[in-house]
T-cell receptor, first 116, second 115 residues
Framework: AQKVTQAQTEISVVEKEDVTLDCVYE???????LFWYKQPPSGELVFLIR??????QNEISGRYSWNFQKSTSSFNFTITASQVVDSAVYFC?????????????FGKGTMLLVSP | DTEVTQTPKHLVMGMTNKKSLKCEQH?????MYWYKQKAKKPPELMFV???????INESVPSRFSPECPNSSLLNLHLHALQPEDSALYLC??????????????FGPGTRLTVT
């Protein structure tokens, strides 16, 4: 069985603060895929990043960065200089090992509130 | 074009009504998904279609009936729903490949209220 844990239910920050969202995963697969999605109040899930288990390079995209550490089974997400538009629920997800479909096991999500 | 569209945006229906949710994508994706999402919860997978055939049914009650008329369209037919079925229904699509995983592209969802 696999599992994704996002221990932070809700985080509140003030604009321009840096914030890190934690994600810890469990899987028996040696090859696996991790994802982060953003869900703003409008409801649509927006894809942010996909990471393969065999690629441990960290990634930076503008104000977003991801720290993938296989040794601790973590895939944390940092927003630098947060903005009000970053307010959303963020989901970490792991591809389910049930065939060629990209079906996902989601964490419970972390709600990020950025106030002006 | 990475857009998945869903109609309607909002739907209110009685427990005896029959209605349908529609989803469309033009990205050439051959896998399409229906999810149900309750407030403050992650999305829950309901169905997966692969090459227009139903591949995964997550033990969803028969009052939900999916249909994939062609590679771009996905419907969810609703009949005799219960108030607890009120939720956000999300459609998604992705390329399909046995050897790797792709990100899913989600539509904006249909917010369903059953009265």
């Amino acid at each position: 069985a696999q599992k994704v844990t996002q221990a932070q239910t809700e985080i509140s920050v003030v604009e321009k603060e840096d914030v890190t969202l934690d994600c810890v995963y469990e899987t028996r697969d040696t090859t696996y895929y991790l994802f982060w999605y953003k869900q703003p109040p409008s409801g649509e899930l927006v894809f942010l990043i996909r990471r393969n288990s065999f690629d441990e390079q960290n990634e930076i995209s503008g104000r977003y960065s991801w720290n993938f550490q296989k040794s601790t089974s973590s895939f944390n997400f940092t927003i630098t200089a947060s903005q009000v538009v970053d307010s959303a629920v963020y989901f970490c997800a792991l591809k389910r090992p049930d065939s060629g479909y990209s079906t996902l096991t989601f964490g419970k999500g972390t709600m990020l509130l950025v106030s002006p | 074009d990475t857009e998945v569209t869903q109609t309607p945006k909002h739907l209110v229906m009685g427990m005896t009504n029959k209605k349908s949710l529609k989803c469309e994508q033009h990205m050439g994706h051959r896998a399409m998904y229906w999810y149900k999402q309750k407030a403050k919860k992650p999305p829950e997978l309901m169905f997966v279609y692969s090459y227009e055939k139903l591949s995964i049914n997550e033990s969803v009650p028969s009052r939900f009936s999916p249909e994939c008329p062609n590679s771009s369209l996905l419907n969810l037919h609703l009949h005799a729903l219960q108030p607890e079925d009120s939720a956000l229904y999300l459609c998604a699509s992705s390329p399909q490949n046995r050897d790797r995983a792709y990100e899913q592209y989600f539509g904006p969802g249909t917010r369903l209220t059953v009265t």
